[in-house]
């Protein structure tokens, strides 16, 4: 077949290939197995495509399209399911097995004694025992569950209860399906009746061998060849791929190196998933698509992969949808955004793709996250120096929007307080340096007014004295009650308010005669703001001009939340259960 020839049947297809992706699982094997080549196409599926394909169609309808698989794509679906972390999880091992075994019963047969001897015996070491029986023993004297082929050689299949006492596997996997047992049963009868159909003698040693395994040293081997396995696709071993979130100074990054372009090497499809990378409109999405032309585009692709595998292994997330990849997928091109942020002198977009052409992703990756982990460090360190924790005061002393940016940013991996804004949950993944800078704001504030507060820690520690419960407590009623109590006159020997104290507090903070229904509500005079201003520096010994420079927008936020809950409000209508702000004794 000439180059032409070649080069045309790879067109026809590719074109298979991205029709048959593009069409509902419900459509797509159909339309595999009508194809002129099912095989060749099947083959030239990437294996996360198939694997996602085969489990949006239900992988016991997937048979037929399972039969077509190649080796490897079935030793990834292997590797991909039925490995947790570093343990076998057997119950869906038997599952996946079972399933390769209908596929194709002869290749399993040929795979199992070729390429997979120790792994089959591995897994029959975890569910038979076998025995032989002795030359002067007679068959009735052995137990009725036990099972023979041929007379002499005999095996049984292990209860769950004794298959998990010689098993280490993940405890998440002793939790089996009810039909488990079942399925194990079936399966294994199965196979050794085709292994010793096809080859007596084979099967005799087959399971002399399978008897004398060493489970510990057998999952040693098969978890160090998965791991061989994995790393070709990309998934490097834990240890390697936690090296994914080691910060790196922009200047610290090493230049690519660019290897030429050969027009005779055909490159490997990339995964569909990798094209949705297109629909997205993040930096790292747009600077790929400036690329699309260039003879660097398909290695980005890959690199890309490789870089996601590696956070799926580090984050030790377990693959079981295309919605986990994705969610994956977002993560890695949200911090490459943010390290090409870091690294632009511009926001022009053309000078993100020509950083791209010269640093490799996982370094501006390091750069983008650096971001993060460096925002997470600030915040560790303050935490256990702050005068929140020097009084043992919990978190939600903070309120529910400044808790939410501390919770994101003292767990383990550094997260963006969403509060359901964009559809992303309660915390989502940074995924521009906008957001780095919203959190580093916030964190800011906290800190500037934890540092007001340590320094009136000595004007304060008469109402912590007398505050019943520290959990209920709020940096917002407790600047602003102790406020009310010294306008008031009133002795600091005690916290809350009664609601006479409060309604007379109440009229002098409002203008009560200049609230109407039609217009915006009552406003806090400037003579108040300038009350609350003096006081905060009496009671700080920090001077006024210094606390308006630091914490004037917070205190200016903080009056606009009381006008926004009391703007129509008349002092009739005041209910202590209503009144979050300010301590009121009911």
Request: charged share 20%; net charge negative.
């Amino acid at each position: 077949m000439t180059s032409s020839a070649i080069q045309q049947a790879i067109g026809k297809l590719r074109q298979h290939r991205e029709k048959a992706l593009s069409l509902p699982s419900s459509s797509a094997m159909d339309f595999i197995l009508d194809a002129p080549q099912p095989a060749a196409l099947v083959h030239s599926i990437p294996e996360m495509d198939l694997l996602f394909l085969v489990l949006d169609i239900g992988p016991e309808d997937a048979l037929p399209l399972l039969s077509l698989a190649s080796n490897s794509q079935w030793e990834f679906i292997l590797d991909m399911q039925t490995w947790k972390q570093d343990r076998i999880a057997f119950s869906s091992l038997t599952r996946w097995l079972n399933l390769r075994f209908l596929a194709d019963p002869k290749r399993f047969l040929q795979w199992a004694r070729q390429d997979a001897v120790e792994f089959i015996e591995l897994y029959l070491s975890k569910n038979i025992q076998v025995r032989f029986r002795e030359p002067d023993e007679d068959i009735s004297d052995i137990s009725d569950d036990f099972m023979t082929l041929d007379g002499s050689l005999f095996y049984r299949m292990l209860p769950e209860f004794e298959m998990e006492a010689f098993s280490d596997a993940a405890p998440e996997d002793s939790q089996a399906q009810p039909d488990t047992d079942e399925d194990r049963y079936i399966f294994v009868t199965q196979f050794l009746n085709q292994l010793y159909a096809d080859d007596p003698i084979y099967f005799t040693n087959f399971m002399l061998e399978t008897a004398a395994v060493l489970p510990t040293e057998a999952e040693e081997e098969a978890y160090r060849l998965h791991s061989v396995r994995m790393a070709e696709k990309g998934f490097l071993p834990f240890e390697e791929s936690v090296g994914v979130y080691q910060p790196i100074p922009p200047e610290k990054m090493s230049r690519r190196y660019n290897t030429p372009h050969r027009e005779d090497i055909i490159p490997l499809p990339a995964s569909v998933y990798a094209s949705e990378l297109q629909k997205s409109d993040n930096l790292m999405a747009v600077a790929l698509k400036q690329l699309a032309q260039d003879d660097l585009y398909l290695e980005l692709q890959t690199e890309l992969a490789s870089l996601t595998n590696q956070i799926i292994i580090a984050d030790r997330i377990h693959i079981e949808s295309r919605d986990d990849l994705m969610a994956a997928v977002q993560k890695t091109t949200g911090y490459l955004s943010i390290g090409l942020e870091i690294l632009a002198a511009s926001q022009d977009r053309s000078h993100h793709a020509a950083i791209i052409r010269e640093r490799m992703l996982s370094d501006i990756f390091r750069v983008g996250y650096g971001a993060a982990l460096e925002l997470k460090w600030q915040a560790q360190k303050w935490a256990p120096q702050s005068w929140t924790a020097s009084q043992k005061l919990p978190l939600s002393f903070w309120g529910e929007a400044w808790v939410g940016v501390l919770g994101g940013l003292l767990i383990k991996k550094p997260l963006f307080f969403d509060n359901y804004q964009t559809g992303g949950g309660l915390y989502r993944e940074f995924t521009s340096l906008a957001d780095i800078e919203t959190m580093r704001a916030v964190l800011n504030d906290i800190v500037r007014f934890d540092g007001i507060l340590m320094a009136m820690t000595d004007a304060l520690a008469p109402v912590l004295a007398h505050v019943s419960s520290k959990h209920g407590l709020l940096w917002k009623n407790l600047a602003l009650t102790c406020w009310a109590r010294s306008h008031l006159g009133l002795p600091m020997t005690a916290f809350a308010l009664s609601m006479d104290q409060f309604i007379t507090f109440y009229q002098a903070l409002f203008d009560v005669t200049s609230a109407s229904d039609t217009d915006s509500g009552m406003k806090i005079s400037k003579t108040m703001k300038a009350s609350f201003l003096k006081w905060l520096s009496d009671a700080s010994h920090l001077p006024q001009r210094e606390l308006t420079d630091t914490c004037g927008a917070i205190l200016e936020s903080l009056f606009t939340e009381l006008e926004e809950e009391f703007a129509h409000v008349a002092p009739s209508n005041l209910n202590a259960r209503y009144i979050q702000l300010f301590q009121v004794n009911g």
